[in-house]
């Protein structure tokens, strides 16, 4: 089993920034890849970037190229998500995920194991 525990949401104005961590425990070396996804009120959880365990390969999802990193720090088995230019359709409840089949995925289904969220709230 791998935890997840997700920190750094919070209220911000639009064009702010914010950093949200994802701090990985248990059977860490089961896990290929993380990933960031986020759910707004009345919508589906979409993908937001992925990176693999080892941090050589990320992905991103086109809404947030060019504003949000993700990256991560192997000594404290964490995942960040730097969220710069923010909006406020950036306003979700976003998830850590982490998944131990090999390659790139954007479908939340392929994930196995999941943070219990941090809200991100955008004010215009």
């Known amino acids: 089993q791998v935890q997840l525990v997700e920190s750094g949401g919070g209220l911000v104005q639009a064009g702010g920034s914010l950093r949200l961590s994802c701090a990985a425990s248990g059977r860490t070396s089961s896990i290929y890849r993380m990933g960031w996804f986020r759910q707004a009120p009345g919508k589906e959880r979409e993908f937001v970037a992925t990176?693999?365990?080892?941090?050589?390969?990320?992905y991103y999802a086109d809404f947030v190229k060019g504003r949000f990193t993700i990256s991560r720090d192997n000594a404290k088995n964490t995942v960040y998500l730097q969220m710069n230019i923010l909006k406020p359709e950036d306003t979700a409840v976003y998830y850590c995920?982490?998944?131990?089949?090999?390659?790139?995925?954007?479908?939340?289904?392929?994930?196995?194991?999941w943070g219990q969220g941090t809200q991100v709230t955008v004010s215009s």
């Open positions: 995920a982490a998944a131990p089949r090999a390659g790139f995925s954007t479908t939340p289904g392929t994930y196995d194991y």
């Open positions: 990176i693999t365990w080892r941090g050589d390969l990320t």
